[in-house]
């Protein structure tokens, strides 16, 4: 940890996008996270039965393996939820992530040239969206992951003032 804050400070010049606290994304977040999560470890316990099935075995131990499989995908799906978050200091937006390991992502706000916000049939009915600040430079852009549509345009306002003010109703 000492190390990569000392890279990420002598990189950005300064410790604050490395060390300032991420705002959490709420309860629905957590909820689609366990949910995504648990539903791509759930297809281990499906491809199991056909082995469980053809060799004749006690379908007692699937139902163990099953269970043991979609809580572990429940467990990554948390440890991915207390990775997500945000945070605005002065000059960086700063963007969570990571299901294992915690990823911490920080960019220039003078950098962003644009927002695209983006939401899944799943997110709409949540009231969430994937926010996506994108820089000229190159393919680059910093994601900010199931967020709250409220948050995330009040976000990205505060990140680039005067930018998203002709598309605001006042």
């Not at 759930?42 to 131990?61: E, G, K, Q, R, Y």
Request: aromatic letters at 10%; hydrophobic letters at 55%.
């Amino acid at each position: 940890r000492a190390v990569a804050l000392s890279v990420g400070e002598a990189v950005l010049s300064e410790p604050e996008p490395m060390t300032v606290p991420l705002l959490d994304h709420g309860w629905l977040a957590r909820r689609r996270s366990w949910i995504r999560h648990a539903d791509s470890f759930f297809i281990v316990p499906l491809l199991l039965i056909v082995p469980f099935w053809f060799f004749d075995l006690a379908w007692s131990w699937w139902a163990v393996i099953a269970v043991v499989v979609i809580f572990l995908g429940v467990l990554v799906g948390e440890s991915a939820y207390r990775r997500l978050g945000h945070a605005l200091t002065e000059q960086h937006l700063v963007a969570g992530s990571g299901e294992l390991a915690r990823i911490r992502t920080a960019l220039e706000t003078d950098g962003i040239i644009g927002w695209v916000f983006t939401q899944s049939w799943w997110q709409r009915r949540s009231g969430l969206c994937d926010l996506v600040a994108t820089t000229a430079a190159g393919s680059e852009r910093v994601l900010v992951q199931d967020i709250a549509m409220a948050r995330a345009v009040a976000l990205a306002d505060a990140a680039t003032p005067g930018l998203l003010t002709p598309y605001l109703r006042h």
